[in-house]
């Protein structure tokens, strides 16, 4: 049965400031959007529904304690997955030094320096040795080729997350991944998260 996110978050206790602190996010992404073009979102309303409500949906499925979001883009899950759990640490790979700028003006903003950090490069050359209980692809590349880039860091017991099109559920099914369905809401898009357990 597919979630309905927007109705869930409505009811679901979030971090006191987790909006404030949104909308100050969203601000500076738009802002440096149109110098760096960092995502394809120019719109405040589009930016909430794809990037905000979007990595929310993770939040049932993170184990804790640190998280690593492989080809972060501008942040997305990663930054909104740290202020929605408080005691999550939160490492952002990312190979592009404008995204990696961005990360570094976002984490300042929001004072999310203690447990967040940004690094330059790509999975399968960064962190080599390091384990996350968590680690998220969003957009990378496909379903196989994600589980490949994550299993390397991926601690014992712990957990792929994989955001997708609804259209990728029968693939995810395929390699025995964990399918969940959600909306944001009436009138969007079905999409999924396909979640592996290691």
Same mark, same amino acid.
């Given at each position: 049965m597919q979630r309905d996110l927007a109705l869930e978050i409505a009811q679901r206790e979030l971090p006191e400031g987790i909006f404030?602190?949104?909308e100050r996010l969203s601000a500076d992404l738009l802002r440096w959007n149109r110098a760096h073009n960092l995502t +394809?979102?120019?719109d =405040?309303?589009?930016a909430y529904l794809d990037l905000f409500l979007d990595s929310l949906a993770l939040v049932p499925h993170v184990q804790g304690p640190a998280l690593l979001d492989i080809g972060s883009g501008a942040?997305? =899950?990663g930054l909104v997955l740290a202020l929605a759990l408080p005691e999550l640490r939160v490492t952002l790979l990312e190979p592009r030094a404008k995204r990696v700028s961005f990360h570094k003006q976002a984490i300042r903003s929001l004072e999310l320096g203690d447990r967040v950090q940004t690094v330059m490069g790509r999975a399968g050359e960064a962190l080599e040795?390091?384990?996350f209980s968590t680690?998220?692809?969003r957009a990378v590349t496909d379903i196989p080729g994600s589980l490949e880039l994550a299993q390397p860091y991926l601690a =014992? +017991? +712990?957990a792929v997350l994989l955001p997708r099109g609804a259209k990728d559920a029968d693939q995810a099914r395929s $390699?025995? $991944?964990s399918v969940e369905p959600y909306s944001l809401g009436p009138g969007t898009t079905p999409r999924i998260i396909a979640i592996y357990r290691g």
């Open positions: 404030a602190a949104w +394809g979102h120019h =405040p309303a589009a942040g997305f =899950p040795g390091e384990q680690v998220t692809l =014992p +017991g +712990g $390699l025995s $991944l």
